[in-house]
């Protein structure tokens, strides 16, 4: 945060107002400001008398673990991939256009054999959802998947499942890879658990008939809360996820990504492979947007991945750095 870069301590209100100042942005209530702030992780504490804005503990402990894992990987010349899926919506065309402002109406362009230029879609209409990963050598070839999706509206996620991503995974990108590391983030088709372990939501007696199957020894008298205790003891012991064996076979590591577009070039890529589709679409029809998505596709060059993974390393240097200012500002409240 540029706050935190010139010592001062970070607020809502100040947050609001710097957005305001920004003329490429648009302006925002307050309201919005501690909205977006919440969605993002942050929290509003007093310390010391000071309110200041506070990102959550656990994100910043996971930034700095992805930070020195993939720092890590890159210093033992692991080759890394980054997966990510998207979407593309069949009405999906450039927002802005120039116009000529002296054509009023439609009969004046008509009568001066002018064009009142393509018209945009009613609705963004359906849309086709985009998986695929790659690295500084490019794309992973023949791992590229794109589908309609089959509903139209909703987020995208609702879409995929672990078992669809699982198949892809298994079938499309591991033939392709060995030895190396793959970068994602923590969506939950990415992380299918091969067995649920009990929560809060678990009914008791399933907890119990959960303990001891794993020769966990609880007493009759035990409330959820003290069972979910036990549980807690040995969570991590048998959290595993149904990607994990076929992972291991060819000795891939994972790198669990926050949800932080900063840190993953592929985010950059579809934004290319989308700025291309929105130049060129123009029939809004579902032939035309899958033939302009895989030329999109096609049309990315090792050289633009190197790019914007340079710019991610940038990104993630800087995001040490002010995790660093963070700490310090914080820690003489």
Sequence with gaps: MVFFKSNEIPTALKVTNKVNEDPELPNVSRRTINRLLHDLGFEFRKRNRQSILIER??????RRKYLRDIKNYRSKGKAIYYLDETWINFGHTKSKVWQDKTVKTPKQAFLEGLSTGLKAPSGKGSRLINTHAGSEKGFVSEAKEVFKAKKDSGDYHSEMNGPHFEEWFEKKL???????????????YHSVLKEEIPNTSTKKANIQSWLTSKQISWTPDMIKAE???????????YTKYQIDELRQVLDIQFCACPHTIELNPIELVWSQVKGYVANKNKTFKEEEVKRLTNEAI??????QWKRYIKHVINEEQQMWELDGLVDSQVDKL
């Design 298 to 303: 096609e049309n990315v060059s090792a050289d």
């Design 57 to 62: 503990e656990d994100i910043q402990v996971w």
């Design 174 to 188: 591991l033939p392709n890879l060995d030895n190396s590391v793959i970068v994602m983030d923590n969506a939950p």
């Design 227 to 237: 069972l979910l205790e036990l549980v807690a003891l040995v969570r991590d012991k």
